[in-house]
Nanobody, 131 residues
């Protein structure tokens, strides 16, 4: 069974940091582009960041550039989102996602930032930034 499980969410004060993890089981992440999305109450799910299957190509939403860093450790079959300088508007449920990219090198080098590209999703982890 293909599964993604997030962890690391919680309550943090403004200006603080959190590191989210997403562990994959039932498949290996090597051939998958991976991404983080978030959804705040009453809002649509939005893309936060993505990283390609190969080449380390990344992309970030303007709202998190310079503060968040996405990474992956294929040996551990895990992806991460390091979040620094957190703001109250970062509060949301954060979801990790994976999209199979096949064997083509070009496809694998692409970073995907739209929800429709992703077939596999975690259950979400809550991040609350508040004093």
């Amino acid at each position: 069974q293909l599964q993604l499980v997030e962890s690391g969410g919680g309550l943090v004060q403004p200006g603080g940091s959190l590191r989210l993890s997403c562990a994959a089981s039932g498949f290996t992440l090597d051939y998958y582009a991976i991404a983080w999305f978030r959804q705040a109450p009453g809002k649509e799910r939005e893309e936060v960041s993505c990283i390609s299957s190969i080449g380390g190509n990344t992309n970030y939403a303007d709202s998190v550039k310079g503060r968040f860093t996405i990474s992956r450790d294929n040996a551990k079959n895990t992806m991460y989102l390091q979040m620094n300088s957190l703001k109250p508007e970062d509060s949301a449920i954060y979801y990790c996602a994976a999209a199979y990219r096949g064997l083509d090198s070009y496809a694998r080098s692409l970073c995907l930032m739209t929800t429709r590209n992703y077939a596999y999703w975690g259950q979400g982890t809550q991040v609350t930034v508040s004093s």
